[in-house]
T-cell receptor, first 112, second 120 residues
Framework: DAKTTQPPSMDCAEGRAANLPCNHS???????VYWYRQIHSQGPQYIIH???NNETNEMASLIITEDRKSSTLILPHATLRDTAVYYC?????????????FGTGTKLQVIP | GAVVSQHPSWVICKSGTSVKIECRSL??????MFWYRQFPKQSLMLMAT?????????EQGVEKDKFLINHASLTLSTLTVTSAHPEDSSFYIC????????????????FGEGSRLTVL
């Protein structure tokens, strides 16, 4: 079962920062927070992941609260191409045989 | 980066026929692959976990005799929809977990482009 909750939809003006929240209150100590996005009719694309420290890459920043029960994905300057469904997932990094399930995600609409 | 390729990307078939979808990891080895199904405007639903050299583990409510999964090598898993019917029309997506290979971190998960099945 999915272990995360996200708002179903959000709007963001083009050029502004998009902040997408995710609650994962039952996260285990060895589980990472992963973010993927899915542009219409394509497979999910990896964005970023983290354990407890904030992370940044060329696509986004990930802010994880100190208690690790929630996180925020930040797209610093949203463009129209960032319109997609964003999924927050918790899983162990090495994976093993842990299955990976998706919640409902947040549909981000970037508005011109 | 690591690439997962699905084939075909779209397929149309007649009701009652069987359709095979391939999922290949192109530059890494994957002992574990996942198959998902996605209906319009819905999230990805995990169908089964495919482990190389062993039987797949199916999620509750997924008919293993209808959705045959074979994972005979470290780079290939196949999903066969047997006796397809219009209600099987969906977007099928596979993902592969890196277990080895150059250029990818062990444990990382990569997704295919998806295969859209339309059953007439």
């Amino acid at each position: 079962d999915a272990k995360t909750t996200q708002p179903p939809s959000m709007d963001c003006a083009e050029g502004r920062a998009a902040n997408l929240p995710c609650n994962h209150s039952t996260i285990s100590g060895n589980e990472y927070v992963y973010w993927y996005r899915q542009i219409h009719s394509q497979g999910p694309q990896y964005i970023i992941h983290g354990l407890k420290n904030n992370e940044t890459n060329e696509m986004a920043s990930l802010i994880i609260t100190e208690d690790r029960k929630s996180s925020t994905l930040i797209l610093p300057h949203a463009t129209l191409r960032d319109t997609a469904v964003y999924y927050c997932i918790v899983r162990v990094e090495s994976g093993g045989y842990q299955k990976v399930t998706f919640g409902t995600g947040t549909k981000l609409q970037v508005i011109p | 980066g690591a690439v997962v390729s699905q084939h075909p990307s779209w397929v149309i078939c007649k009701s009652g026929t069987s359709v095979k979808i391939e999922c290949r990891s192109l530059d890494f080895q994957a002992t574990t692959m996942f198959w998902y199904r996605q209906f319009p405007k819905q999230s990805l639903m995990l169908m089964a976990t495919s482990n190389e050299g062993s039987k797949a583990t199916y999620e509750q409510g997924v008919e293993k005799d209808k959705f045959l999964i074979n994972h005979a090598s470290l780079t290939l898993s196949t999903l066969t929809v047997t006796s397809a019917h219009p209600e099987d029309s969906s977007f099928y997506i596979c993902s592969a977990r890196v277990s080895g290979g150059q250029g990818a971190i062990t444990g990382e998960l990569f997704f295919g482009e998806g295969s859209r099945l339309t059953v007439l």
